[in-house]
């Protein structure tokens, strides 16, 4: 049996076809790398739970200096002894009674207050830990915490750090290293970054537990902000996974066609720094236009099938989700149809059609004999 002869409508329309099914290689690749995470991805954080009592050292225990002004002080009396009390901007507040007054502060343009300071660390070969603690207390003369003091501060930081996970960089990092850039793809890139990262939970199986770099501490002491930092180095195909910039880059290089296969398809997920999530979805959709219009705007009611558009747009939440089961299945499924549904305005048809018809005449002739 004779092909029909292909018109330019159904030359076109194989050629559309052929890249949407090109198109969407890509994103299958794409799907099966995010369901590979749990296996591909190394574990980069660095967990407090592995920090003891013990290991945690006072590295700094000294003061901290605030420079006040005379004219902030105001005056009450009160049961008959005058109070001098001191508020400021930066929320330096205490009194003082009439002996501390004209000691240090009457007859001053200038005086100056002191808070109890200390530092405790912790340095392993997974992260390290530093603590700034200050205290409550404010005094005229320069002070220190006393050693029961630092103990209760060291307790209260390990107990605090028990439950933390800490990646290498922030988001403030990461905007500093990646996003500071005119570049137009970069831009568009940090309101992804934003979108699918939270300054104290990021999106991966990782951090979803909570990973963090610094988190803050009180007590009736005082207050203080713990900083840590994860210092266990990624893996090659760590780079696969949009979370890479929150820690160390890998410093294996993809250079086979397979790596960079993968990283391409990689690059095509949302929220992947300087991927290509914006420019392949305009293009995806650019493609799939065409198809969506032929479908809904034919009058001949025979020839109109929306299946395959309700599979693009079905494609496409998974894409954005991501569902990375479903975006392969109903990626494999959209490529079956565009190859595999008979209807008439598939390029296809002729094929299939004629396909279906030898393969009937061939089984007739068979039951013939």
Known sequence: MELKKLDMDDIKRRILYGLIILSLLPLITMFYINLKQDKWETDRNFYGKEISEDQLKITQ?????????????????????????YRDKNHINFEANEEEYNKYIKDSDIFYVYKPKCQISYHSDNGKLTADFTGKKISFEPGTFNSAELRSI??????????KIFSTYSISDVNKRYLNSNNIAIIIGRSLIWKFFDSSIYNHPYNSKGAITNFRISSKSGNGTVHGKSLIKSEKYDRLYHDFVFYQMPKAKFTSVKDRWLLFSAELGAGYLHGYYIIYFIFFAILW????????????????????CFEQMFVIVAWIGP????????????ILCLLFFPYKRNPFYDLQKDGI???????????DK
Do not use: W
């Open 61 to 85: 225990n000294t003061y901290q200096k605030y420079e006040c002004s005379s004219k902030k002080i105001t005056k009450k009396k009160e049961l008959g002894n005058m109070r001098y009390y």
């Open 154 to 163: 060291t307790k209260l930081v390990h107990q605090k750090s028990r439950s």
């Open 289 to 308: 236009l065409p198809i969506c219009l032929d479908q809904f705007l034919t009058v001949d009611s025979a020839t109109k099938n929306t299946v395959i």
């Open 323 to 334: 569902f990375n089961r479903i975006g392969i299945i109903l990626s494999i499924i959209t």
């Open 357 to 367: 018809d030898m393969m009937k005449k061939d089984f007739g002739s068979f039951l």
